[in-house]
């Protein structure tokens, strides 16, 4: 089975730095997306993380680690259009595996 | 038109309607996907179309009933439907192959609700 866990609510201030985790169980691996969703839009690509490490992309940076099942999604200088939801997936073949979100609240 | 789209964007109907949602990819992907969103709950994975062939089902009541005519087409019929069946309704696409990238591009969605 799969199983994805990541936080339900994150709250920061406006110009902080906020990093969201993400636990993986699941059978077979490739590798690990981000989304984040506005409210009522689509979920669109923040990430891909194939190999271990970090990697940075402006003010959002994803880390892996296969080894311990675990990422995850480092939001910097945080502005009011990144209040949204952050979702972690797993990717094995051509299925993705989601977990439930994390809504990030970005207050002024 | 780019992207995914999706039609309609809301959905009211009663438990004894039929309807169908329909999306549409302009990217030249070759596989197709339809999630269900729930409220608080993650994606949950209905339907999976590569090279119009339907690769998975994951265990989705026969009251929802996919169809895929052609690579940059896919259809959800709906019949006697639940009010729990009342959610986001997502179709996503990707280039699936050895040497793609993978990336799922989602269209914006149907918001069913089921009387």
Redesign the interface.
């Known amino acids: 089975g799969q199983n994805i866990d990541q936080p339900t609510e994150m709250t920061a201030t406006e110009g902080a730095i906020v990093q969201i985790n993400c636990t993986y169980q699941t059978s077979g691996f490739n590798g690990l997306f981000w989304y984040q969703q506005h409210a009522g839009e689509a979920p669109t690509f923040l990430s891909y993380n194939v190999l271990d490490g970090l990697e940075e992309k402006g003010r959002f940076s994803s880390f892996l680690s296969r080894s311990k099942g675990y990422s995850y999604l480092l939001l910097k200088e945080l502005q009011m259009k990144d209040s949204a939801s952050y979702l972690c997936a797993a990717y094995n073949d051509y299925k993705l595996s989601f977990g439930a979100g994390t809504t990030v609240t970005v207050r002024a | 038109e780019t992207g995914?789209t999706q039609t309609p964007r809301h959905l009211v109907m009663g438990m004894t309607n039929k309807k169908s949602l329909k999306c549409e990819q302009h990217l030249g992907h070759n596989?197709m996907y339809w999630y269900k969103q729930s409220a608080?709950?993650?994606?949950e994975?209905m339907f999976?179309y590569?090279l119009e062939e339907r690769?998975?089902n994951n265990s989705v009541p026969s009251r929802f009933s996919p169809e895929c005519p052609n690579s940059s087409h896919l259809f959800l019929h709906l019949h006697t439907l639940q009010p729990e069946d009342s959610a986001l309704y997502?179709c996503a696409s990707?280039q699936?192959g050895a040497s793609s990238?993978?990336?799922?591009?989602?269209?914006?969605?149907t918001r069913l609700t089921v009387l």
């Open positions: 995914v596989a608080k709950k993650p994606l994975l999976v590569s690769v998975e997502l990707s699936e990238y993978n990336e799922q591009f989602f269209g914006p969605g």
